[in-house]
């Protein structure tokens, strides 16, 4: 069993910064891509980036690019997300997730795992 767990949510002004991990139990972490989603109140859970078995790959929602930044440390089984510039629109729960492959996918059925999320808030 594959457990993931985030950290790093919070509450931040908007124009700030905050960076989440994510940690895996899984011997085999590098042999997952993972990935970033949220779901904000009243919302369906939306893609967010997603990185590749080694990273060499990434993927971004649109309205990230530019102010978000995924990578990951396979040696430490942990994913990173550095958030800059957030928004009030980006306020939403974030959960990272994992799948059994080396590739990673921005739709969420591609993922088997998943963590319990952390909350992230940005106030104006």
């Known amino acids: 069993q594959v457990q993931l767990v985030e950290f790093g949510g919070g509450l931040v002004q908007a124009g700030g910064s905050l960076r989440l991990s994510c940690t895996s139990s899984?011997?085999?972490?590098?042999?997952?891509?993972m990935g970033w989603f949220r779901q904000a109140p009243g919302k369906e859970r939306e893609f967010v980036a997603s990185?590749?078995?080694?990273?060499?790959?990434?993927l971004y929602q649109d309205s990230v690019k530019g102010r978000f930044t995924i990578s990951r440390d396979n040696a430490s089984g942990t994913m990173l997300l550095q958030m800059n510039s957030l928004k009030p629109e980006d306020t939403a729960v974030y959960y990272c997730?994992?799948?059994?492959?080396?590739?990673?996918?921005?739709?969420?059925?591609?993922?088997?795992?998943w963590g319990q999320g952390t909350q992230v808030t940005v106030f104006a």
């Open positions: 997730a994992a799948r059994d492959s080396s590739i990673d996918v921005s739709w969420q059925t591609g993922y088997k795992y």
């Open positions: 990185i590749s078995r080694f990273g060499g790959s990434t």
């Open positions: 899984a011997r085999t972490f590098s042999s997952f891509a």
